[in-house]
């Protein structure tokens, strides 16, 4: 059923919404994939901060002229498929990836992180960043390493206080 005019007024307004708070923007040219797979694709939405959605061209062209995202807009051609994150792009990097790396009729046409356009082969850079809690793992990691050791060095000096004393008591009988 075709859009009316104020529709289609809201679905740019939504769009430009998204794209206002989206880190990373990708879109897809998605000819060839079943209806099945287009669901699939829409299940990595299910994530929090990821919005998946096919738009139409001129739609889309206007709601990436109104963001930070312009310059992708001359690569709009055939069908596509916008997919942004706002929270975390490298695990939004590594869901898409492992779609497209699943699905050959998928073709990127465009990717863009923080307002800057990126060549395509850096999706798999994005995809190897860690995850927040990733992250938060690696820094207490090494927050933590500091506290063992000195810890250790202090728990050394009374267990080699009691080695000597042993080692005189030892050589005394």
Known sequence: MPLNLEQKKDLVKEVVGILGTADTILTADYRGLTANQLNEFRKIARSPGIYIKIVKNNMLKMALNDSEY?????????????A?????????????????????????????????????????????????EE?????????????????????????KMVRTLDAVKQSKN
């Not at 312009?70 to 916008?82: A, F, V, W, Y």
């Not at 046409?109 to 190897?128: F, P, T």
């Open 70 to 82: 312009s310059s992708i807009s001359e690569k709009i051609n055939g069908p596509q498929i916008l």
């Open 84 to 132: 942004t994150s706002s929270d975390n792009p490298g695990e939004f990097a590594k869901l898409v990836k492992s779609f497209i790396d699943d699905h050959e009729n998928i073709e990127l046409k465009s990717l863009a992180y923080k307002g800057k356009e990126l060549d395509l082969s850096e999706i798999k850079k994005l995809a190897s960043l860690p995850t927040y």
């Open 135 to 159: 992250a938060i793992s690696m820094l207490m990691s090494v927050m933590q390493a500091p506290i063992q050791k000195l810890m250790s060095t202090m728990n050394e000096v009374p267990t």
